[in-house]
């Protein structure tokens, strides 16, 4: 029977690799064909297709406490990204995009699921059409309705580690784990006035496909696909999600933004975060930045089983380049004791997140402190080191009945990646190598647990 079983999936995946193939080579020959019969039409001379390639490799385990309590492990292996193609425009006015999103499995011991890489729970492929929309534009105003990836971000000019507030949203890509960003049917608006100083916003969310998800679900239910819940978890509704945003940056040197979300029946989000940086010679800079987060429960409050709540997020960060190959930072932040801090649809603009922690739980109070090093000042173009270390603190578990202590968390993350920087056909391919590891104490827990994460992962973007 296990043989039968390894057969089985040997076949599935050599039927994916051969429609992998096929629909990359489709995809190249239809804009060669195009390019033999040139017209005056922008709508097709100014279409775009292309590969963005992807592969990665996750594992996480922990053997658990002392007693072996809490042990687990996830792992795969998949191979993959998305084909994509977007028109060129209509009247300057009107055009279209999709892409079509796949993964392939090279590794996924199916009791070891929940890795962000292929499918729950059985580590199979992913094969969905991630996005489908089409797109109205009027000058700096446009407006996309269908799937889609949303973004909006904006960052400083030469400011190295900007990435610190990852999405810059609480709807976002998710764009750091799987294979591909996280994608919604959604109308979304977005657009720049004030000589392109100020931005906006905006939308209605109805449904979201989680990274490693081959459907497109209500909010509450892509909420808990990339999680170990048990199914019931997955079968609440809610009927979308509105959200507006204002970003302003008057110079280069300064940044305050805001937005706000409204995902019924299950929270309300509101986001502001400020950002300056003192400019130096030669580049080197001094970067100072506060935000805070505050969220509260709607209607049913399906997130928390019915329980209203509220909670808040006070955060601070500081980074500094006195030297051209070296970048430390800092940041701290504390959670009231309310709830966890949420962030279902994107990593969230949090300050706070490491390789293996995300958003804070409830009372917990955080620092990290890290440093990248630059390889490319002292000859090493396209190549960096990230490490930081991390405490959190005064950690709990909001129940129906209060609060229980969790236990405290330390974690040592560190990255090291390499851009491939000279032209050609790898400019730009990003290999990333990344592991974690996380030491929990207190609460429930004899002794101590440790985790180990392990992530590596390669990029191409292949334009055909």
Known sequence: MNELMRQHAMARHAAGWTGALALTLA?????????????????VDNAKFGYMFRTSYFDRRSSGDDTGAGAFRQQAMGLGGWLYGTSGEIGNMLSFGATYDFVVPL??????????????????????????????????????????????????DDVVRFYNKLDQSMIGRRDVRGMHPLQYEAATVQGRVSEDTVRYYGGYVWTARQINDNSFRNLYQAAYQ????????????????????????????MMLEGSYYALKDMLDMAYVDF?????????????????????????????????????????????A???PWLVPYAMAGVTSDGEDIRAPFSIGPSYLVQRVGENS??????????????????????????INYGQRRNRKTVTATGLTPATDWDEMATDLIYV????????????RARYGQVWENGASLVGTKITNDIRLDMGLNIPF
């Open 27 to 43: 995809a190249g020959l239809a804009p060669a064909q195009a390019q033999t019969a040139t017209s005056a039409n922008p709508f």
């Open 107 to 156: 590794y996924g011991p199916s009791d070891r699921p929940y890795s962000y890489i292929l499918r729950d729970p059985g580590q199979d492929s992913v094969s969905v059409l991630g996005e489908a929309y089409g797109k109205l534009r009027l000058g700096t105003h446009s407006f996309v309705l269908g799937r889609q990836s949303i973004s909006q971000a904006w960052y400083l």
């Open 226 to 253: 990339t999680t170990v819940w048990p199914e019931e978890k997955k079968t609440g509704d809610s009927a979308g999600a509105a959200y507006a945003g204002l970003q302003w940056k008057p110079d280069r040197n």
């Open 275 to 319: 950002d300056y940086v003192f400019r130096m010679p030669e580049k080197n800079y001094l970067r100072f930045g506060t935000q805070y987060l505050y969220q509260q429960g709607n209607g049913t409050n399906q997130l928390t089983g019915g329980r209203d709540f509220h909670t808040g997020y006070w955060g601070v960060y500081g980074e």
């Open 321 to 323: 380049r006195l030297i």
């Open 361 to 386: 739980k409830a009372g917990e109070h955080t620092w990290i402190l890290g440093s990248i090093v630059d390889f490319g000042p002292i000859g090493a173009k396209g190549l960096s080191f990230d």
């Open 420 to 431: 491939f920087p000279q032209d050609g056909p790898f400019k730009n391919m990003r290999v």
